[in-house]
């Protein structure tokens, strides 16, 4: 088979025989079961591959949706551990006690107000319904600019089911400025501040691999925080770390002084109540 074709490149024109460019190799995210395994390795060469749910297996199982399925468990892996970073970040503030200067509404409570009511958790529950109301909705308007396929495609970009790359967040300026928002906003959600708007794909690469590194942790991290605040002692190492206690459903976001709001009572009514 060599000698085929060592003799076919004789008789090959001159121009044919041009050195080939060599094409530039861009890391990119994992869109396949294959290189979803390839990643793994590369993120903890000590553990490898690790896949106790079987997600490469049922990819691979739905050829048509290989790349669908794959890439939404990506993007759910990076985005879930950005929160996780954020909030793991935000236990630690907010347990040693600081919090912004001033009132938090015009009928005068106070951000003090918020932070002496004990931990994290406890400080959610003493938000005022309406403060509640506007975070859980700021959070789904962030999430509806991540998913909007035209806001994507007018960035050179695809959805994340679709071939495009997991993790990817659009800006604010240009097309969702000029057909969604009318007043510009001053930052991005990622990158505010343009530290990596320069970066090589390589860099961009190596910085997205050590982001999910630190997601994983960071997930790790803030479970542990939320476990050993419930229930004292049931997380080895944070034995002796001193968290306040809350005897509250972090799962639940409202609480019977939200009652106000439609439906609360109802899904007070039905929850779960765990002893402890």
């Given at each position: 088979?060599?000698?085929?074709?060592?003799?076919?490149?004789?008789?090959?024109?001159?121009?044919?025989?041009?050195?080939?460019?060599?094409?530039?190799?861009?890391?990119?995210?994992?869109?396949?079961?294959?290189?979803l395994?390839?990643?793994?390795?590369?993120?903890?060469?000590?553990?490898?591959?690790?896949?106790?749910?079987?997600?490469?297996?049922?990819?691979?199982?739905?050829?048509?949706?290989?790349?669908?399925?794959?890439?939404?468990?990506?993007?759910?892996?990076i985005?879930?551990?950005r929160?996780?970073?954020?909030?793991?970040?935000?236990?630690?503030?907010?347990?040693?006690?600081?919090?912004?200067?001033?009132?938090?509404?015009?009928?005068?409570?106070?951000?003090?107000?918020?932070?002496?009511?004990?931990?994290?958790?406890?400080q959610?529950?003493?938000?005022?319904?309406?403060?509640?109301?506007?975070?859980?909705?700021?959070?789904?308007?962030?999430?509806?600019?991540?998913?909007?396929?035209?806001v994507?495609?007018?960035?050179?970009?695809?959805?994340?089911?679709?071939?495009?790359?997991?993790?990817?967040?659009?800006?604010f300026?240009?097309?969702?400025?000029?057909?969604?928002?009318?007043?510009?906003?001053?930052?991005?959600?990622?990158?505010?501040?343009?530290?990596?708007?320069?970066?090589?794909?390589?860099?961009?690469?190596?910085?997205?691999?050590?982001?999910?590194?630190?997601?994983?942790?960071?997930?790790?991290?803030?479970?542990?925080?939320?476990?050993?605040?419930?229930?004292?002692?049931?997380?080895?190492?944070?034995?002796?770390?001193?968290?306040?206690?809350?005897?509250?459903?972090?799962?639940?976001?409202?609480?019977?002084?939200?009652?106000?709001?439609?439906?609360?009572?109802?899904?007070?009514?039905?929850?779960?109540?765990?002893?402890?």
């Amino acid at each position: 088979m060599l000698s085929i074709q060592q003799l076919s490149l004789s008789y090959a024109p001159a121009a044919a025989l041009t050195t080939p460019r060599t094409a530039r190799v861009v890391p990119q995210m994992a869109n396949t079961a294959d290189d979803l395994e390839t990643l793994a390795k590369e993120l903890n060469p000590v553990v490898g591959y690790w896949d106790p749910l079987g997600i490469g297996k049922i990819a691979k199982a739905l050829p048509a949706d290989e790349q669908a399925t794959i890439g939404w468990w990506r993007h759910a892996e990076i985005k879930h551990g950005r929160v996780a970073m954020a909030a793991f970040v935000g236990f630690c503030v907010q347990s040693n006690g600081y919090h912004l200067p001033g009132a938090l509404t015009t009928s005068g409570v106070t951000y003090a107000d918020i932070s002496a009511a004990g931990g994290p958790g406890d400080q959610w529950d003493a938000l005022p319904t309406w403060a509640k109301v506007q975070i859980i909705c700021a959070v789904g308007f962030l999430e509806a600019i991540g998913e909007l396929s035209p806001v994507l495609e007018a960035n050179g970009e695809k959805h994340y089911v679709k071939g495009g790359k997991p993790g990817y967040y659009p800006p604010f300026s240009g097309f969702f400025n000029e057909q969604y928002w009318p007043h510009p906003l001053p930052l991005n959600l990622f990158d505010p501040f343009g530290f990596s708007k320069n970066a090589s794909p390589e860099k961009k690469a190596k910085g997205l691999r050590a982001e999910i590194n630190n997601g994983r942790l960071a997930m790790l991290g803030i479970f542990g925080f939320v476990s050993e605040s419930r229930v004292s002692g049931s997380v080895p190492g944070l034995a002796g770390v001193d968290l306040k206690s809350y005897s509250g459903e972090y799962m639940g976001p409202f609480t019977s002084a939200d009652t106000s709001l439609p439906f609360v009572q109802d899904m007070l009514n039905i929850a779960p109540k765990f002893p402890f």
